[in-house]
């Protein structure tokens, strides 16, 4: 029998019981006090210079049946996207020994399901059981699934499943309405109880307020365990979608939504995730100092643009920070 919610919650010393006015006390600190915070807690967890390097490969593009407001890949909205079948094994094994000689260490395979059919599944643990071969980290994104799904996940030896909550449950039915919050919340539970590390986090810059990135980091940080990886996406604004418009952000704003995740997730790797292609090489710095600890590294994203690999590596340089 598993232990009563509060045992567990103290079991690993991390709290799990923020309160939205205690998270948006920390997102109201004057800038320099909330990136030293940042900065203090993210050392007493990690190598301060060292960040962890995935790299991602769309495995099936688009004509998704969901209707994310931000996503490129949803059949509702009109992008020009090339639509693609799932890829051949031998074409995604090749993608991640790319990957692995350029120095990444975790491959991250998505596809644009609500959530895979049983017969798409055993081709996918093909590709977790071959690039797992090649000596890599897996991922997947696949949308939600089932307990018996997650299960040949496992047994296939995935590493990390990514789903993300997006925003805060109060802010969720704008942006989508195939899908609930507590689908999520249900997928994220059957990775964690299947022994998968989860991946999980959402995007900045969708039209939110401040209380909804508190909302959105107040649920991630009050699972009964942290996620192990927080993604915090900046919006990529794509035409054809509802949120090609939206106004972006203040980038401060975004900084310090990486340092409330690291003050709430200690221990977690906070993934500064898409949207660096619009960012500075400056602006990724902060994103750093503020306790952001990991990055996709490659190209490409999914479907949209990344930074290049030389840019990347001279800011590693530039910075003296070293790839996981
Ligand atoms: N279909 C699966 C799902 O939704 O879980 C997996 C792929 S989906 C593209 C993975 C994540 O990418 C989304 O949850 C969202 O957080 C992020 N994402 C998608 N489009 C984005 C965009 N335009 N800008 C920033 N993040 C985006
Ligand atoms: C995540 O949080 N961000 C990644 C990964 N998980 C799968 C995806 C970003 C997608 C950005 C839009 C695109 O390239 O299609
Ligand atoms: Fe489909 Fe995932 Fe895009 Fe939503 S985010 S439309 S589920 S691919």
Same mark, same amino acid.
């Given at each position: 029998m598993s232990a009563p919610l509060a045992e567990r919650q103290?079991? =690993?010393?991390?709290?799990?019981?923020? %309160?939205?006015e205690e998270?948006?006390?920390?997102? !109201?600190? *004057?800038? #320099?006090?909330? /990136?030293?915070?940042?900065q203090q807690v993210h050392?007493? !967890?990690? &190598?301060?210079?060292?960040? +962890?390097? %995935?790299? $991602? /490969?769309s495995i099936k593009? !688009?004509?998704? *049946?969901e209707d994310c407001a931000y996503c490129p890949q949803s059949a509702h909205y009109k992008t020009e996207l090339d639509v693609e079948r799932l890829l051949p094994v031998e074409e995604v094994v090749a993608a991640a020994r790319e990957a692995r000689a350029r120095g990444a260490s975790r491959f991250c395979m998505g596809a644009a399901w609500r959530s895979p059919r049983d017969r798409d /599944?055993? *081709?996918?643990?093909?590709?977790?059981r071959a690039v797992k071969a090649e000596g890599l980290e897996t991922c997947l994104t696949l949308g939600m699934l089932s307990e018996a799904q997650v299960a040949r996940l496992k047994a296939a030896g995935l590493d990390y499943y990514n789903h993300n909550l997006d925003t805060s449950p109060d802010f969720y039915g704008e942006i989508i309405s195939t899908?609930?919050? +507590?689908? @999520?919340? &249900?997928?994220?539970?059957h990775v964690r109880e299947a022994g998968i590390n989860v991946c999980a986090g959402g995007i900045v810059g969708m039209g939110e307020s @401040?209380?909804? @990135?508190?909302?959105? /980091? +107040?649920? $991630?940080?009050?699972?009964?365990?942290? *996620?192990? %990886?927080?993604?915090? #996406?900046?919006l990529v604004r794509v035409e054809g979608t509802p949120l090609a418009e939206v106004e972006p952000p203040d980038p401060f704003e975004f900084v310090r939504t990486l340092a409330v995740a690291r003050l709430l997730m200690p221990k977690s790797y906070v993934r500064l995730s898409a949207g660096r292609e619009s960012m500075s090489d400056e602006l990724q710095a902060l994103c750093f100092l503020a306790g952001a600890n990991s990055i996709f590294y490659g190209e490409?994203?999914?479907?949209?643009? #990344?930074? =290049?690999t030389d840019q990347d590596r001279r800011l590693f340089e530039r910075l003296g920070l070293k790839p996981l």
């Open positions: 103290a079991a =690993d010393g991390l709290r799990h019981d923020w %309160s939205r998270i948006l006390e920390l997102f !109201g600190l *004057p800038f #320099n006090d909330l /990136l030293f915070r940042a050392r007493a !967890g990690f &190598d301060p210079n060292a960040v +962890q390097i %995935s790299t $991602l /490969l593009t !688009g004509a998704c *049946p /599944l055993e *081709p996918v643990l093909e590709m977790v899908r609930t919050y +507590q689908d @999520r919340l &249900d997928t994220l539970r @401040r209380a909804d @990135r508190a909302g959105l /980091l +107040q649920a $991630l940080a009050n699972l009964p365990r942290h *996620p192990e %990886s927080v993604p915090v #996406n900046l490409k994203l999914l479907t949209t643009g #990344n930074p =290049d």
